[in-house]
């Protein structure tokens, strides 16, 4: 019973080999390509984190007024973020 590894290795040995004329074009090309493809990515990036900062500060700008702050203190009987008042309904 042959080995299965004897089958494959006589197998590829039949392959004809590839051509190697324009092989080093053929990689060029695609090296280009894919310099392309990233360059426009790039740009959509660009324009899509443009677009979300312009919605966020017009929208932020149109919903907001004047807010006053508050003191949030994590520490103490009155803390808003203390569980005692969380629990108990302050």
Known sequence: MPDPIDRAATLIAALSPAPLDGLESRVFAA????????????RVGLWS??????IGLTGGSLAGGAVAARVASPIGV????????LLLGR
């Open 49 to 54: 984190v443009a677009a979300a900062l312009t």
């Open 78 to 85: 009155d803390a808003m973020l203390a569980p005692s008042t």
């Open 31 to 42: 090296i280009e390509v894919r310099a392309r493809e990233a360059t426009a990515a790039r």
